[in-house]
């Protein structure tokens, strides 16, 4: 072999030397691509510590953590009616390490009510699915001579704008839902707005004010079962467990009041789809499991249905369109 081929086969050699090492670096490190999550996930509550929003987002994150392997930090950030954490959340980087706990008030009151919201409930985000469906409850003081709603439309109606209704403020969702109640049934009880539904409650338990509708949990249903308030009506497909007694607004042919309240899990927009897909299969396991189920019920919420991404936007939308109309009608204004 000539000197001239030698040194054409030394750089070949040479070459393929180096495509080989090149190739080896390269495939380990395709190999060690970013496994999600590799990280702790921060997970947004809207709302302050202590609230229904709040003890869904704690009970998820707990089982999330132990799901995927990484710890799930939950961080409060309320303030107008779940606005302010919801708008951080949606401006947070696209990648899966920030989630939000959604909820009607955040992601359904706020937008059919107040106009120049800082982020876009159904397209500022990407849907997970639902955490739980709340069921809502109608409470009146127990001084009332009314056990039934009939008999609660009827002393209403023949004292317009004597009775009252609390709620948790102006533009609220209990402030929507019973508003709706007014509407459905054709009665007029004057609003008088909390800024704690807490207060409401025990204002309510006094005397102070004569109805509420609110969500139904372990500590109103006590209160009921102690004689403190009397339940007239349940919104939730069929009788809480928590108070068997109480026929459902689906049995007094109110569909439109038979509706739950929800929480649910959403990522920012543009979170990648199979994020958002390991995220929906990881909760739906969750959710199937013997201890959730236990401890939902003991909470007195209702383990939901499989409602996938997509769908859960729908919903989200659907909700606002419906209470949007409401709000025109009723000229409800936000605080």
Not at 53 to 80: E, M
């Amino acid at each position: 072999m000539n000197k001239l081929h030698q040194s054409a086969a030394h750089r070949r050699r040479f070459l393929m030397g180096v495509m080989g090492a090149a190739g080896s670096i390269a495939l380990p490190a395709m190999g060690q691509a970013e496994k999600y999550p590799s990280r702790p996930i921060t997970l947004v509550v809207p709302f302050p510590a202590g609230g229904s929003v709040d003890t869904a987002g704690r009970a998820i994150g707990d089982r999330l953590s132990r799901a995927l392997g990484q710890s799930v930090i939950i961080d409060n950030r309320g303030g107008a009616g779940g606005a302010i954490g919801s708008a951080h959340a949606a401006k947070a980087k696209a990648d899966g390490y920030t989630l939000v706990v959604t909820s009607q008030s955040s992601h359904v009151a706020n937008p059919a009510v107040t106009p120049n919201l800082p982020y876009d409930a159904v397209n500022d985000f990407a849907p997970i699915t639902l955490i739980e469906r709340l069921p809502n409850v109608l409470l009146i003081n127990p001084a009332l001579p009314i056990k039934t709603v009939a008999e609660f439309v009827a002393y209403a109606k023949t004292r317009p704008g004597k009775m009252n209704y609390a709620s948790s403020g102006n533009g609220s969702m209990l402030q929507l839902n019973m508003e709706l109640f007014k509407s459905q049934y054709g009665v007029f009880i004057t609003h008088i707005p909390y800024r704690a539904a807490g207060n409401s409650q025990t204002d309510l338990m006094a005397g102070r004010v004569d109805a509420m509708m609110t969500n139904l949990g372990a500590s109103n249903a006590g209160l009921v079962a102690a004689g403190k308030l009397r339940a007239l009506a349940v919104a939730a497909p069929t009788r809480s467990p928590l108070l068997p007694d109480v026929p459902t607004f689906g049995e007094l042919k109110q569909p439109e009041l038979n509706m739950t309240s929800w929480t649910g899990l959403a990522a920012p927009k543009d979170t990648p789809e199979p994020i958002i897909m390991q995220l929906y299969s990881a909760v739906r396991t969750i959710l199937q499991d013997p201890q959730t189920i236990a401890d939902w019920q003991k909470r007195g919420v209702i383990v939901p249905e499989a409602i996938r991404p997509d769908d859960y936007r729908k919903e989200i939308a659907q909700r606002i369109t419906f209470y949007k109309k409401l709000v025109k009608e009723k000229n409800i204004v936000a605080d």
